[in-house]
């Protein structure tokens, strides 16, 4: 079976179209406790959910909390909000308020990188909280 003109051309280099990007970036919004809100971003993480979950609720463990909830981001309550946790991600305007203490994290990947990276973020946090 022979190649068609445009797989010719194709095989020697030239593009015709390039495939649109999915640049939508998708928020993930977890409720620890009943007053903390976490929210990483899904679509650039090389976290699958679970493991994504997984962090979140060891989070939620060491900051003595034991309930975590995978919660869409415009059912949140805003006034039931003490605490944001940003995880490579911009601030929302649904949390936009004087009273939410807003903490601008580095990504999930890079805060498991390494168990010693993974404690030392856990243990930084808990002094910023007691702050």
């Not at 620890?32 to 699958?48: E, K, M, R, V």
């Not at 949140?76 to 009273?99: G, M, Q, R």
Request: include cysteine; hydrophobic fraction near 40%.
């Amino acid at each position: 079976m022979g190649l068609s003109k445009y797989n010719k051309l194709e095989k020697l280099g030239f593009t015709f179209w390039t495939k649109r990007q999915n640049d939508e970036i998708h928020l993930e919004s977890f409720l620890i406790g009943g007053s903390a809100l976490a929210i990483c971003t899904s679509s650039n993480l090389d976290f699958n959910l679970i493991e994504r979950e997984r962090f979140i609720t060891s989070m939620a463990y060491f900051l003595k909390n034991e309930t975590v909830k995978k919660i869409n981001i415009e059912e949140v309550v805003k006034n039931d909000i003490k605490t944001a946790f940003f995880f490579d991600c911009s601030l929302t305007e649904i949390l936009e308020a004087d009273y939410i203490r807003i903490f601008s994290l580095p990504s999930l990947k890079d805060i498991c990188s390494s168990a010693n990276t993974k404690k030392d973020f856990l243990v930084k946090l808990k002094e910023d909280l007691d702050s």
